[in-house]
């Protein structure tokens, strides 16, 4: 079964591509074999997967893959009261397109640079580079940062203020190991708890009050 490749893996992906085919007709085979390798490599971590979206009123989903690292209740600069923070961390195998946790329209992203941590390290939710999205659904906000780690640094976001997304849309990716904070209200159903293993656009977070 064919599995989708995010389109911002192919600047990667031909030129590796390419390189191991010439160097397979070049008579190269030990960096032949180091260039395929670094191929899959590549091909694995850009894998994006279709997703089977909950379709129960009030859901909120995972906006990415990996393993919950911390749950704690937070006041952001970005909200105007405190949230609860759900911190996802994913490694280098997990697929790495974030999407989006409810339905609603895109009202802030705030982009910020900073150090590039282990993402692991829960000081890489305050000191390094990330991306922030607000999403307004009805009369609540959510907030999904998308933070960069220590060998991820390239963080891409498709989405724009004022665009609309449906839930568990495709926003963005982050390249290479990295992290994602979901910012929910208090008064939000979660239904995870630390160590659970999630996946972005299916696996059910919570619900909205």
């Known amino acids: ?71 704690v209740e937070e006041q952001d600069a970005l909200l105007d009261e405190p949230y609860r923070r759900i911190s996802i961390f994913l490694d280098i195998f997990n697929v790495h397109v974030q999407r989006t946790p409810v339905t609603g329209q895109i009202e802030k992203i705030r982009y910020n640079k900073g150090k590039f941590l282990n993402a692991a390290s829960h000081k890489a939710s305050l000191d390094n580079e990330q991306n922030a999205v607000i999403i307004r659904t009805g009369n609540q906000k959510v907030l999904v940062k998308q933070i960069a780690g220590l060998i991820a640094r390239r963080i891409v976001c498709w989405a724009k203020e004022g665009d609309n997304y449906n839930l568990g849309q495709r926003f963005g990716l982050i390249r290479f190991g990295s992290r994602v904070d979901l910012f929910l209200p208090l008064n939000a159903e979660v239904k995870i708890s630390l160590g659970d293993h999630v996946s972005g656009g299916s696996s059910i977070i919570g619900y909205l009050k």
């Not at 995010?6 to 397979?24: H, K």
């Not at 085979?29 to 979206?53: E, K, M, Q, Y």
């Open 1 to 71: 079964m064919r599995i989708p490749i995010a389109s911002d893996g192919y600047r990667f992906i031909l030129p590796l591509a390419l390189l191991t085919v010439a160097l397979v007709l070049m008579s190269q085979p030990w960096w032949a074999g180091v260039s395929g390798l670094t191929l899959l490599f590549v091909l694995n971590f850009f894998r994006d997967p279709c997703r089977t979206i909950p379709a129960e009123e009030r859901v909120i989903v995972s906006p990415a893959d990996g393993k919950v690292v911390e749950i």
